[in-house]
């Protein structure tokens, strides 16, 4: 489903990504861990397409169409979701607004039929529910406002009601307290199907817990040093990144 080789990037002039390489297939649930600025982030916009990060080498492939070569909004309509690390407050936009503009948006460039309002309405209330918000935020603006641990379950309750076939979900845990960390993960493990994947970006064992991952792989100076199981968590967690990559 998604093909990263040997990709290079950089921000600012500055490489952060030197060669990184990662084949994620159908219905997989892929970890990259990895240590503050080894470039987890810097990957997760480059997926996503966002300016200021200059791809300098390497490709992407996402069902088999140049990823790299698609503008943020087309990336959006075929399927790649991004859960922000920071996600942004968008003062005087409705959450219910937007997610519903960005929805249609989608179908629309996939010459599906718009959501009625009716059928936005179940599918975002549904969406709230389940990730225990209440659905008076949604129609607060965008974030603003809200705790760290609202904004990880407003990035949650957009990645249910968009449906993505890639879900890159950038340190969703952080921030969150046990029980919300419950509930998160029961939303991203309840994503799980066949024609999805998705990438779990988190430097904490903890989460890993709660979503099995098929695979987990360790990011450090901007490539992947180490792949391994799910068991892979507990061992980074009791002898530190250095000791993996050695
Ligand atoms: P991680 O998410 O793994 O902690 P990041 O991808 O956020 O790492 O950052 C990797 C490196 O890139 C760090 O050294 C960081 O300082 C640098 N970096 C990231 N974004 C920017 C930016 N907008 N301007 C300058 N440097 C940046
Ligand atoms: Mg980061």
């Known amino acids: ?11 600012e002039g500055k490489p952060i990504l030197k060669g990184l390489t990662l084949t994620v297939g159908a219905g997989e649930i892929h970890a990259i861990m990895g240590p503050n600025g080894a470039g987890k982030s810097t990957l997760s916009y480059v997926l996503a397409g966002r300016a200021g990060y200059e791809v300098t080498g390497g490709s992407v492939t996402f069902m088999g169409a140049d990823l790299l070569a698609m503008a943020p ?12 690390q920071y996600p942004v407050e968008i003062p005087g936009v409705s959450n219910l607004l937007f997610l519903r503009t960005a929805l249609n948006a989608q179908r629309t460039a996939r010459g599906e039929p718009e959501a009625s309002g009716a059928e936005f309405m179940k599918l975002a209330k549904a969406a709230a529910e389940q990730l225990g918000l209440p659905y008076e935020m949604m129609k607060r603006s965008v974030n603003q406002g809200f705790s760290g641990g609202e904004k990880k379950r407003n990035e949650m309750v957009q990645m249910r009601v968009l449906s993505p076939r890639l879900a890159v979900l950038d340190e969703t845990d952080s921030g969150l307290d046990i029980d919300a960390l419950r509930v998160v993960s029961d939303g991203i493990n309840a994503m799980r199907a066949p024609d999805r994947a998705t990438l779990l970006i988190t430097h904490y064992q903890r989460l890993l817990d709660y979503v099995v991952p098929d695979h987990i792989h360790v990011l450090m100076d901007g490539r992947i040093v180490h792949s391994g199981g799910a068991d892979l968590a507990h061992k980074l967690e009791a002898e530190g990144y250095s000791a993996i990559a050695a």
């Open 1 to 11: 489903m998604l093909e990263i080789s040997n990709l290079h990037a950089e921000v």
């Open 73 to 84: 909004h087309e990336r959006a309509a075929a399927g790649v979701f991004l859960g922000m």
